[in-house]
């Protein structure tokens, strides 16, 4: 091969090498903006509070759900570390005393969020 007939042959080979990491970029790119985030969220309630019921909650759907118990006299707050695809989501959070009677709270969730999220529930 000559040198003239090796000249296009590289020019070809580089722009397809540009091509494919420039995809590669653009995909990836995609990919990070919809894997799961972890995010750690703290329901803080009253010592009365005996369990807390969470849905994490996407376009009417349950995406996640956890029940909590807590111990008589524990006042200190709940953590919840999940893992979530980044948009908008609504905590619905019901907290339930001694007599068993539920009071349910409804909060926005952003993912990704800076830090921890923080719900304050007590009355």
């Not at 397809?16 to 995609?30: D, E, N």
């Not at 903006?33 to 807390?52: F, H, L, M, S």
């Not at 200190?76 to 999940?82: E, M, N, T, V």
């Amino acid at each position: 091969m000559t040198q003239a007939q090796s000249t296009p042959f590289l020019a070809r080979k580089r722009l397809a090498t540009v091509i494919a990491v420039v995809g590669l970029a653009v995909v990836g790119g995609q990919l990070a903006r919809a894997w799961p985030r972890d995010i750690q969220v703290a329901y803080q309630t009253g010592p009365e509070v005996r369990r807390v019921d969470v849905d994490i909650v996407q376009d009417g759907k349950a995406v996640v759900s956890a029940r909590f118990n807590r111990a008589t006299g524990d006042d200190g707050a709940i953590f919840h570390k999940l893992s979530l695809q980044p948009g908008q989501y609504r905590a619905r959070i019901t907290i339930y005393g001694p007599a068993g009677r539920g009071i349910e709270h409804s909060r926005p969730l952003t993912v990704p969020a800076e830090g921890l999220t923080r719900f304050d529930l007590r009355e």
